[in-house]
């Protein structure tokens, strides 16, 4: 099959690097997603090459050419490089093979690029574009695959999942960044090989889990994972959301009900400028994983009712050992972990009323995560009731409103008592120790009750205050 493209729909850089290996005497194609992306109108900001030539012979094409090179990837056959602000990678044709217990692919370089692109994950990743003539190799139909969203593997599904597990994850990605159905042969070649992901490395799952979370479809890629058993090994808390039937009770579905607020909560993610730019793995992770402590707390009450008394602590706990388990980052386990734990926190404001300092509280307690906690908090919003969901809006609308003017009158996200750790012991006549963290926290309570009353009644308070606990020699 062969296309001519408008090389304008090409970065200069490519056609250049193109003309730099022909003239050499070598070939090279652009291949992969860059290739797919070129007919879903998407930019591709790192390009992947593949050539004939050998990483040595690659070097000695590029190394005066490219701004920066590296050699990382070179047992691989991949040489790494920057030009023009773009990061390439030019590797040489692969004929791969993995050992079936083991995490580490056995790489033999190959001659032919038909043979290079068989061993690609699926047909519409399996397309290149050979440069500088600008012409298409599509050996496995990717192009008629990717316009009928349709995902596919070259060869048969299992030979591709025996020879990387990761691509199982791969497919539930695809599925929500591009929208794409997989045939059902992938999704049964799937389901009866979910266990062998487990001999993947964590930070290689938690990379496509990312991603999946972050596509445009995340809800796709959840049940895919879901239907197919992969979640149960990567991700059993969300399966476990599916809770037993029971007429009687009449409880939601949880886990249809968990993704709904992940899709809602992409809804509301701000644009680049706004406070929380989309696409924003926390947000939408803790949107997915918010209820999955009810599993653990579901109690039938003697009314009838279902309660999930702490839920959200529970919730918070295995978040965060998931979390763990998949090697993410200990600031980003912090993000997800607090949304889950005070997603809760705004129930009960529209009947009971909060005061200045319960409003100072939450969003002292919220942090920096106030502004995904706002997004959230709405997003938990899934009845089919319209009064009641109104009734729900209108109160978060009012603690927003209420959390602003009082913005106005005092820093919330900085709320300090008014006397710091020195000052305390200077009054007191203490020295550091515990004292000092009581009276402190004494302080701020007091803050938060009363908001800034000066350091002068500040003072005076502390003194009453640690005279009646016997504290320092005031």
Known sequence: MTQLFDTSSLHPVSLELGRLFADAGYELSLVGGPVRDLFLDRDALDLDFTTNATPDQ???????????????????????????GLQLEVTTYRAEAYDPD??????????????????????????????????LVDPFGGIKDLHAGVLRT???????????????????????????????????????????IEIVSAERVREELV??????????????MTDTGL????????????????????????????????????????????????????????ALMHDVGKPATRRFEPS???????????????????????RFDNDTIKKVTRLVELHMRFYGYGEAGWTDSAVRRYVRDAGDQLERLHRLTRSDVTTRNKRKATRLANAYDDLERRIAELREQEQLEAVR??????????????????????????????????????????????????????????
């Open 102 to 135: 083991s995490r580490k692919p056995v790489v033999a370089f190959g001659e032919d690029l038909t043979e290079d692109l068989r061993r690609r994950d699926f047909t519409v990743n399996a397309m290149a574009l050979r440069l500088p003539d600008l012409e």
């Open 417 to 474: 008592p008014e006397l710091d750790g020195q000052q305390i012991m200077e009054i007191l006549g203490i020295g550091p120790g515990p004292e000092v963290g009581r009276a402190y926290k004494f302080l701020l309570e007091m803050r938060l009750d009363e908001g800034a009353v000066g350091e002068d009644v500040a003072r005076e308070r502390l003194i009453e205050w640690a005279k009646s606990k016997g504290i320092g020699t005031v």
């Open 304 to 326: 009838g009712a279902v309660s999930f008394r702490h839920h959200e602590l529970v919730g918070a706990k295995l978040t965060r050992k998931r979390m763990k388990a998949l």
């Open 58 to 84: 690659t070097l000695a094409v590029i190394k005066k050419w490219a701004d920066a090179h590296w050699e990382i990837g070179r047992d691989f056959g991949t040489i790494g490089m920057r030009k023009a």
């Open 231 to 286: 979640a149960q090994i990567v991700l059993p808390e969300v399966p476990a959301l599916k809770l037993e039937t029971d007429e009687a009770h009449h409880h939601k579905d949880v886990y249809q009900h968990s993704l709904t607020v992940m899709e809602q909560a992409a809804e509301k993610e701000s644009d680049a400028d706004g406070p929380v730019p989309g696409p924003d793995f926390a947000l939408r992770f803790a």
């Open 211 to 224: 991603k999946l979370v972050c596509g445009a479809y995340p809800r796709r890629g959840i049940e895919l």
């Open 154 to 196: 070259p060869g048969t599904p299992e030979d591709s999942f025996t020879d990387d597990p990761l691509r199982m994850m791969r497919a539930a990605r695809f599925s929500s960044q591009l929208g794409l159905e997989v045939a059902e042969p992938v999704r049964e070649a799937m389901t009866a090989m979910a266990e062998r």
